[in-house]
């Protein structure tokens, strides 16, 4: 039998499978670091298809290493599954695990006749927390040769423009007094907070195209008749690449620091997590998962009308280090975008629940088509 036609037969059998997987994933939505039960259905899932499961990798309870086969081209695909505070799954998160356990799934059984090892990783915390980065330095990508993923929005592309991120965790600490009886008594916090923002404001004059910074008061104070002691803030600094990310971030971080000065308040400054980095594309797969896309029926648009940076991605920091893709898939969701509650329902609905075979199929037949050309199998183990 062909091989994709092999694939495809293989995803229809566990179809309502990988679909119940992504509705129970949806239906109880964890945030980063705390996707307990989410870890443990993908595990299970893959468990039951023969996989060899690793669970708690990196020392990250909710990561998780599955493996099938013994060939020599080692191919990864990521499982996201973390949720938004507050939102659920707005992002989607859901359909990627569901997609990337189906798409495993379907080539295990054709591990040895493609000579590949099928690896699937199961990220946490991609929202905030960088499971993957954490993944990448205690070796857990270690002899892959190619990553891949897939993701729900709004639109359709095979090529991933995303922006290195990085955030700044900031508290302030001056003196509570009362507010109206001594308030030259206090050290206000809260000014601290208001100073810094009016700076950042005034920085974003000075940004270059693309770059980005936003955030929120994460504390502003306890009643209005007292000088806060303490406030902080929460920002957000994103820049085209990983290099120049770190340039803003010290901008940034003086803004604060600027801010502590005048006021006379004290401060301590720490990132939630590392730092994402901007998304490099390997060509010959993101054309290669194209092509079998819209063989799919995928519609995709013309060149130069395909969106521009959006949003970061910890997946950005596995392409600076493996040859990577991280397409996205459309989704029929009315004007509603990814982290909205609106775009949340969606993601449990019919339109996702296609996006999730079809990505899980392109996924798949790209692995196929990849393993089956001899030069650019070649040249993927080789590391060309």
């Not at 949806?26 to 307990?36: L, N, Q, S, T």
């Not at 190619?146 to 639109?155: G, S, W």
């Not at 130069?304 to 493996?322: C, F, K």
Request: with cysteine; charged share 15%; hydrophobic share 45%.
């Amino acid at each position: 039998m062909d091989l994709k036609e092999a694939v495809r037969q293989n995803i229809g059998r566990a179809e309502q499978s990988a679909v119940d997987l992504s509705h129970r994933i949806h239906a109880h939505p964890e945030v980063g670091f705390e996707e307990y039960r989410a870890a443990q259905w993908v595990g299970d899932a893959l468990s039951e298809a023969g996989f060899a499961v690793n669970t708690g990798v990196a020392d990250l309870p909710t990561a998780l290493l599955a493996t099938a086969g013994d060939g020599p081209l080692v191919v990864g695909i990521c499982a996201e599954y973390d949720a938004l505070p507050g939102l659920g799954h707005a992002c989607g998160h859901n359909v990627i695990a569901g997609s990337a356990v189906a798409a495993a799934r379907a080539l295990a059984p054709l591990a040895s006749d493609l000579g590949i090892t099928v690896k699937v990783f199961g990220t946490p915390a991609e929202e905030n927390g960088g499971g993957k980065v954490l993944m990448l330095d205690a070796g857990l990508f270690d002899g892959t040769h190619a990553a891949m993923m897939v993701h729900p929005a709004t639109f359709e592309q095979a090529y991933t423009s995303v922006l290195a991120n990085g955030d700044l965790l900031v508290d302030f600490t001056g003196k509570n007094a009362h507010a109206s009886a001594a308030p030259y008594e206090g050290v206000n916090a809260g000014d601290a907070v208001t100073l810094a923002q009016v700076a950042i404001g005034l920085l974003r004059q000075q940004l270059h195209p693309g770059d980005q910074i936003h955030g929120i008061v994460t504390n502003g104070g306890e009643a209005p008749n007292i000088i806060p002691a303490k406030a902080g803030a929460h920002y957000y600094i994103r820049a085209s690449d990983l290099e120049s990310l770190k340039v803003l971030e010290q901008r940034v971080q003086r803004c604060f620091e600027a801010a502590a000065l005048a006021t006379g308040c004290e401060m301590t400054s720490a990132p939630t997590g590392p730092d994402y980095s901007e998304f490099r594309n390997n060509t010959a797969l993101a054309d290669l998962y194209e092509t079998n896309a819209r063989q799919l029926g995928r519609r995709f648009a013309p060149v130069g009308e395909t969106s521009s940076a959006l949003g970061s991605t910890d997946m950005g920091n596995v392409s600076r280090a493996i040859p990577a893709i991280h397409p996205t898939l459309a989704l029929d969701c009315g004007t509603s975008v990814n982290h909205q509650p609106e775009f949340a329902a969606h993601c449990a609905g019919a339109s996702a629940d296609r996006a999730l075979i079809d990505g899980a199929t392109a996924m798949a037949w790209t692995i196929v088509d990849l393993a089956t050309d001899p030069t650019l199998r070649a040249r993927f183990i080789a590391g060309n």
